[in-house]
């Protein structure tokens, strides 16, 4: 399935863009999921499964590890906010 | 006027206290946050006495942004009796001593606006996507989150219930 994917702040400095377009093979379609096969292409992506406390938005809402994902989806990851 | 706005622009913080109220008989008060970018002690700490904040940029999910600020005044609404409510968040850079952020809430009594005004902003700390990256002599680093920010927010659910 067809995904947008988003980088943001030291994440998207380490992987060294600010997002993608992927097409993720079919299986398990979680953030989780996403996040380890991100991690596998390789590219800086690794950073993925190293950050400490990644964070993760679903179509521009905060969600879990363990959301769902789906076809057309725009995901995020993210380290934890700090604006304010 | 909007109720949220992201923008690189200075406000001015007079000017949006007195939109809250004008015309309005029925708020009898207002309270107001306003975020200033600090010389930071934090990065003295961690980056060495040179390591003065020397300026701030602050980087946005543009989209996310607006809608995660929206759904906080939502809630904010929700708890509390409210009339206007006005949130301004800059990004991009900014220099030490200048406004980062404005949070204002009218109400018809002062518990309310207080409360709102609070809990908008320990919201807005951990559910609003903003980066902020200080500049230093010793070259650029991204803030880490706090827990302090974490426990701020959270005590709003034990004493609110949700």
Redesign the interface.
């Known amino acids: 399935m067809a995904l947008k994917i988003l980088y943001f702040a030291s994440l998207r400095e380490t992987i060294g863009r600010g997002g993608e377009t992927i097409d993720l093979p079919d299986g398990a379609a979680t953030v989780a999921a996403l996040r380890d096969w991100l991690a596998g292409q390789g590219g800086g992506r690794e950073a993925l499964l190293t950050a400490k406390n990644l964070r993760a938005a679903v179509n521009q809402k905060m969600a879990g590890m363990d959301a769902a994902v789906a076809d057309g989806d725009e995901v995020a990851f993210f380290p934890p906010v700090t604006g304010g | 006027m909007n109720e949220v706005s992201v923008q690189e622009a200075d406000f001015d913080a007079g000017a949006e206290i007195a939109a809250l109220t004008a015309d309005d008989p029925q708020a009898g008060a207002v309270a107001s946050f306003v ?1 200033l970018v600090r010389a930071d002690k934090l990065a003295e700490q961690k980056v060495g006495a040179d390591g003065t904040v020397q300026a701030m940029s ?4 543009p ?2 942004t607006e ?2 600020l929206a759904e906080i005044v939502a809630q904010a609404r929700g708890r509390w009796e409210l009339r206007r409510v006005r949130v301004i ?1 800059r990004v991009g850079r900014l220099l030490p001593g200048e406004r ?2 404005f949070v204002g809430v009218a109400s018809g009594h002062r518990g309310d606006a207080f409360a709102a005004c609070e809990f908008i ?1 320990d919201y ?10 200080e500049e230093t002599p010793a070259g650029g680093r ?4 706090r827990e302090t ?1 974490d426990a701020a927010a959270l005590r709003w659910q034990v004493s609110g219930g949700d």
């Open positions: 975020g602050l980087e946005h999910y989209g996310m809608q995660a968040h980062i952020v902003m807005l700390k951990t559910r609003a996507p903003f980066w902020k990256k991204w803030v880490d989150a920010d």
